[in-house]
């Protein structure tokens, strides 16, 4: 579809996976109505269908009614979530106009062009169509390899050959600012994450140092590997919103879950997510304690970019669970202060510190010292398997040197603990 085609279009069909179904059905419309942002109205043969569910009950209920764009995000936050983010625009935006570079400015195209101009293998189980009645998904298979040199000729602001274009795409709707794309294994689907010429140590093996270390703290996490190509590390997640046999999980961003757009981000917090759960949630209790621990894991390894796109949970119609943890990538840092992201206490506490986090447990359902063993597990798995996973993440001796009491438990974590 051209930019044209794409642009001069008012609306845009919204297509999901039910529960437990291997092909898409229409449910909705997405309308611009006011000239600007995007509204969300039920179908009325979908409202009547037996079995219909909403896309998220709190937010988009089953009614017959027009549901507003959230905040500033353009459309509802339930359909946002689907949407490309910064990598995914560069994508696009090389693709139709040939603007490049990782600086592009990706408002030079409306949001319905971005939505009928990017994959169909979106994050969770919805897609956005041009037709009601026909469905034509928009994916191209690559090899990894092929995957990897487009995303570093979009990183140089070089023109995509269209075959390198096509398949690119796939991967545009896939959240974050870094290069990725995906992988399809057969019935397995991965993320790939590559490195770029401006990162100061292996970024990718970092993380896949990071989620190994979860693992070993008990932490849900994805299966994930190291894998060479184009003489780079790439790191492969596997997605867990693809249970397998075309079947797709609805998942809805912590963003989302609290009714926030990017702007009103920083008002969000650990400890009113838990709430959403005690609401919502199919074991709120338990979501409650693994949230806790994963506010550790990422003070332990120094990820302050826990934002809240960073956390989501599944979506079955009636409940929600917190989906396994992802994105667990240490970011820069120098001294021992540092703030995480998202506050984790009601007063607005965020420091990376685990004597501080100790001090709010309470809000997360929990005994003293029930929160303290669970950060001293986290603490013990992140000491203990260094090693082994730095290994498993072809970490060089240079990065391990460089993360270790940096990144990786950083001494200001502990002060007071």
Not at 83 to 91: L, S
Not at 163 to 189: E, F, H, M, N
Not at 253 to 273: F, N, V
Request: aromatic fraction near 8%.
């Amino acid at each position: 579809m051209t930019q044209t085609s794409a642009s001069i279009s008012d609306r845009v069909y919204v297509w999901a996976w039910l529960p437990d179904a291997s092909e898409p059905t229409p449910v909705g419309l997405l309308l611009r109505r006011d000239g600007t942002g995007l509204s969300f109205h039920y179908g009325e043969r979908y409202l009547d269908r037996r079995g219909a569910v909403s896309l998220y009950g709190p937010l988009l209920p089953l009614r017959d009614e027009w549901f507003e764009p959230t905040g500033d995000l353009g459309m509802p936050g339930v359909l946002r979530d689907g949407a490309p983010d910064g990598w995914g625009r560069r994508v696009i935006l090389n693709r139709l106009t040939g603007t490049r570079g990782m600086d592009a400015d990706v408002a030079q195209l409306d949001e319905l062009t971005y939505l009928l101009n990017s994959g169909s293998n979106r994050f969770g189980a919805i897609d956005f169509q041009a037709s009601p009645v026909e469905y034509v998904p928009r994916n191209e298979a690559a090899s990894l390899d092929d995957l990897h040199e487009a995303a570093l000729l979009v990183e140089a602001g070089e023109l995509l050959p269209i075959g390198l274009s096509d398949a690119l795409l796939g991967g545009s709707t896939i959240g974050g600012a870094r290069p990725k794309a995906l992988i399809d294994d057969g019935d397995q689907q991965w993320i790939a994450k590559f490195s770029t010429s401006s990162d100061l140590y292996s970024v990718v093996g970092a993380e896949a140092a990071s989620i190994e270390l979860a693992r070993r703290a008990g932490i849900d996490v994805p299966d994930s590997k190291v894998m060479r190509s184009l003489d780079r590390d790439v790191l492969l997640t596997r997605r867990f919103d693809r249970p397998g046999g075309g079947r797709r999980r609805m998942v809805i961003s912590a963003l989302t879950m609290l009714g926030l757009d990017e702007t009103e981000a920083r008002y969000g917090s650990y400890t009113a997510l838990v709430e959403v759960f005690r609401q919502f949630g199919n074991q709120p209790s338990a979501a409650a304690r693994d949230l806790f621990q994963r506010i550790a894991f990422n003070i332990a390894i120094s990820n302050t970019d826990d934002h809240l796109r960073n956390h989501a949970a599944f979506w079955d119609g009636r409940h929600i669970d917190l989906t396994p943890a992802y994105d667990l990538s240490p970011m820069n840092r120098s001294g021992e202060t540092a703030t995480q992201a998202i506050a984790y206490g009601s007063s607005g506490e965020r420091g990376s510190n685990f004597a501080s986090l100790l001090g709010v447990c309470h809000e997360y359902g929990l005994a003293a010292p029930a929160a303290r063993t669970i950060i001293d597990g986290v603490i013990s798995a992140v000491q203990d398997g260094w090693d082994d996973a730095a290994d498993l993440a072809r970490l060089t001796s240079i990065d391990k040197g460089l993360l270790w009491g940096r990144q990786f438990l950083n001494p200001g974590t502990t002060h007071g603990y």
